[in-house]
């Protein structure tokens, strides 16, 4: 079980910090995610980290502004946002997979088998 927290309402140029836990069972993610979805609009990759070694992968649209990291002792994944734009208003997903795939692949959402409730961030003035 995922459980995302930390979205909220914030202003443009405002910062929010999203967590996500993995609990109630035995699991070691290879990769972790956070995926967006706006209103009519397909969910898009946000940013990903590889468990082991820390690589991290972001969408251009988040590049220099956006900074995901973990605490693989609490099995925990943070989204750092800064310099907030309308336009990051969404439904934030942390997502997760144990299975072994190469780098190209962390931006699928198909890779990802487990995913969390999702939390709301609106970016408005």
């Known amino acids: 079980q995922l459980q995302a927290s930390g979205g909220g309402l914030v202003q443009p140029g405002g910062s929010l910090r999203l967590s996500c836990v993995v609990s109630?069972?035995?699991?070691?993610?290879?990769?972790m995610a956070w995926f967006r979805q706006a209103p009519g609009k397909e969910r898009e990759f946000v940013s990903a980290?590889?468990?082991?070694?820390?690589?991290?992968y972001y969408g251009d649209s988040v590049k220099g502004r956006f900074t995901i990291s973990r605490d693989n002792a609490k099995n925990m994944v943070y989204l750092h946002m800064n310099s907030l734009k309308v336009e990051d208003t969404a439904v934030y997903y942390c997502?997760?997979?144990?299975?072994?795939?190469?780098?190209?692949?962390?931006?699928?959402?198909?890779?990802?088998?487990?995913w969390g409730q999702g939390t709301q961030v609106t970016v408005s003035s």
């Open positions: 997502a997760a997979t144990d299975r072994d795939a190469l780098d190209f692949a962390a931006s699928m959402r198909t890779l990802y088998d487990f």
């Open positions: 109630g069972r035995t699991f070691s993610p290879y990769w």
């Open positions: 980290i590889k468990w082991s070694g820390g690589s991290t």
